[in-house]
């Protein structure tokens, strides 16, 4: 029973990290693009080819 707590625990950790990554993301994508079209659109894609990774490779279990 502890062991399941302990993962549910951790699983949440980790998505409330993940959305407070994305928000970050998307706070700050607004001043880059401003400032620098080209230097803002890189690492956007970049997170859309990990996130599509990620999406494709599925979460291990």
Partial sequence: ???FVGETLLAAAL???AR???AAGV???PA???TSPLAAGGPLG???LLVG???RGGIPT
Avoid: K, N, T
């Fill in 53 to 55: 990774y990620g999406a």
């Fill in 46 to 48: 970049g997170f859309l």
């Fill in 15 to 17: 998505a409330v990290v």
């Fill in 20 to 22: 407070l990554i994305l």
């Fill in 1 to 3: 029973m502890a062991e």
């Fill in 32 to 34: 880059g693009r401003r």
């Fill in 27 to 29: 706070a700050v994508f």
